[in-house]
């Protein structure tokens, strides 16, 4: 497999079919893209803080500092 597209719902978190997913993901294919969904319901003042710790805790990715959600908001 040449590319897994992996969405996870930011709402719900981490479900045991997310693990099953990403183990999946390591074994089979060569590109992970995570697709985080629903983060417009998150509040804004928290926004930028949980996609930074679903990012860095899913794809081990640790945004640069100057890392701008205006992409993901809109």
């Known amino acids: 497999?040449?590319?897994m597209l992996l969405v996870?719902?930011?709402n719900k978190g981490m479900q045991p079919q997310t693990v099953e997913c990403l183990?999946?993901?390591?074994?089979?294919?060569?590109h992970l893209v995570?697709?985080?969904n629903k983060v417009d319901l998150i509040a804004e003042d928290t926004r930028a803080a949980k996609v930074c710790t679903y990012l860095y805790y899913?794809?081990?990715?640790e945004p640069p500092r100057q890392f701008s959600?205006?992409?993901l908001a809109k």
Request: glycine letters at 0%; hydrophobic letters at 55%.
């Open 23 to 30: 183990i999946l993901a390591q074994v089979t294919s060569h």
């Open 69 to 71: 959600l205006c992409r």
């Open 1 to 3: 497999m040449d590319l």
């Open 34 to 36: 995570v697709v985080l």
């Open 58 to 61: 899913t794809c081990n990715f």
């Open 8 to 10: 996870i719902d930011v």
